[in-house]
DNA sequence: CCGAGGAACATGGGATTATATGGGCATAAA
DNA sequence: TTTATGCCCATATAATCCCATGTTCCTCGG
């Protein structure tokens, strides 16, 4: 399970350490990651060969020529990298990854338990500040309803 | 369960022992406990690994790329360690989650029945009295149990 | 009823290992 | 040739493991 955010150093090269605790968590084979830009926002999305097995899960149920399939399928697989480690953790990051992150000298991985993100730390500070206050007004999504002899 | 509070150390290499009574408690795997800060005060919360999988499975139920769904994830797992017990049933808070919930030399540990919560002892103290004025207003809500699709 | 012994627990410090990161060299592409 | 990419080794720092000690609580025997 991928948990917290771990900002390391992008070197010349543009070479970052995926933390170890994330490559403890990589599933399948280990010394490859999968990188995409989220179209979402100026961040990358990651994961293992595992989770874009589910994505392809997923759409597959649309049918074959449905174009929200199809958008998504660009979307996400289309600019996806499979990146290796080097053997001492390292991936670097294309040009082009680097420049949709706003990625400079450190990046900011933020675990998020069956992917991980991948942004300039001074962006996802913001955006976590930003979902915290939100969470704060939408608690009750995480209460669980309790069945009889449950709970308090 | 986790019941109770206990005031532990905290020593030079920011280590602090879990209650015994609460590495009892700890279900699934024993030896390690996942702790965040809190998004409602400056306090961690912490709990096992089902505890998380509980928050996974129902925000996985919003399906995949839903807003609320990612708001609490950056609130909660972006900021999740998941902190390994060593033989002697200790872990080390790392400085950014000491720095929110402000602990010093003593750390009270709470517990709230599936989780717990990490506080400065004084800041505790006052958390509860304010808690105890408020229960005794609100009484009339524990007189019954509710069942499934009941409820405020 | 009181005191001694033992076990479980919290805590302190030192040693070892893991990890992130920097640079050099070979290889492949432009 | 120049630029980029992958591979290998070196090192400082930070995290983890391991052993030792004091204290409290419980139990058992006097």
């Not at 392809?56 to 958008?71: C, I, P, Y």
């Not at 953790?89 to 040009?95: A, F, H």
């Not at 420049?99 to 300039?120: N, P, V, Y």
Request: glycine letters at 10%; aromatic letters at 10%; a neutral charge.
């Amino acid at each position: 399970m991928f948990l917290g955010t771990h900002i390391v150093g992008v070197d010349a090269k543009g070479r970052a350490s995926v933390p170890a605790p994330f490559r403890a968590a990589l599933r399948g084979e280990a010394g490859v990651v999968f990188v995409w830009p989220s179209w979402r926002g100026p961040y990358l999305e990651a994961g293992d060969r595992e989770l874009l097995a589910q994505y392809q899960t997923l759409l597959a149920a649309r049918g074959a020529f449905d174009d929200a399939r199809e958008d998504f399928e660009y979307a996400i697989f289309a600019d996806a990298r499979a990146l290796t480690l080097d053997d001492t953790g390292r991936v670097s990051l294309p040009e082009d990854l680097r420049a949709h992150a706003g990625l400079g000298a450190k990046a900011a991985f933020a675990g998020l338990t069956d992917r991980f993100e991948i942004w300039a730390p001074e962006r996802l500070a913001a955006r976590v500040a930003e979902a915290r206050a939100k969470a704060a007004d939408k608690r009750a999504l995480l209460s669980r309803p309790r069945g009889p002899g449950e709970g308090p």
